[in-house]
């Protein structure tokens, strides 16, 4: 018999190979799992091509989501992990760079 490992999680391999840098913040957020109802979240950390927010529940790989932004649309997105009370997304579509820019601005706490 072989004896194979088990396969790295997502998130550790992402942190290595990641499309986009992360950049850790705390922003109120508006979040929506497809099939649930929304409820008020704290994006962790934002790239142009998804975040990590808090959850309040376990929430399937795959399944897709909104993540509202204060005074922005809701974004759509995919569930790409889910481990201790926060989870993971990819955007739909990447941000363009000048509205993440004016995001981190925003919320950075000392204003850029």
Known sequence: MIKTQ?????????????????????????????GTKGYQTAVRDLSLSGFSATAISRIQPGTYCWLTLPGMEALPGRVVWWQDGLVGCSFEQLLSPIILETILTRWSGAGG
Do not use: H, N, T
């Open 6 to 34: 088990p396969p790295q999680r997502y998130e550790l391999a992402a942190q290595e190979d990641r499309s986009a840098p992360r950049i850790r913040i705390s922003i109120p957020a508006g979040f929506r799992a497809s």
